[in-house]
Nanobody
């Protein structure tokens, strides 16, 4: 059974940094893509960053140049390094795995989420 567990969220002031981690079990990285999504209160969930098995990465325009997605296949862990955080980055962040259409659609597995709060 696939399990995704996020960690690393928290509260930070604008301009600060956080690194999110997603530990995956029961899932192999070899062929599929993984991604980070976020959902703020009252807003739809949006894709933030994604990476496929070839290492190709995609980012939402709002985070380009500030966020970096990476993975450690040996540790079965996905990361999201978030720099220059802004209050509008405040949201619940979710890890997802095994997409049907790279980068944002048809993910089969989701974590429970980790909260990121950025204060001005």
């Amino acid at each position: 059974q696939v399990q995704l567990v996020e960690s690393g969220g928290g509260s930070v002031q604008a301009g600060g940094s956080l690194r999110l981690s997603c530990a995956a079990s029961g899932y192999t990285y070899k062929r599929y893509c993984m991604g980070w999504f976020r959902q703020a209160p009252g807003k739809e969930r949006e894709g933030v960053a994604a990476i496929d098995s070839d290492g190709r990465t995609s980012y939402a325009d709002s985070v380009k140049g500030r966020f970096t997605i990476s993975q450690d296949s040996a540790k079965n862990t996905l990361y999201l390094q978030m720099n220059s955080l802004k209050p509008e980055d405040t949201a619940m962040y979710y890890c997802a795995a095994d997409c049907r259409y790279y980068p944002w659609w048809g993910y089969n597995y989701w974590g429970q989420g980790t909260q990121v709060t950025v204060s001005s």
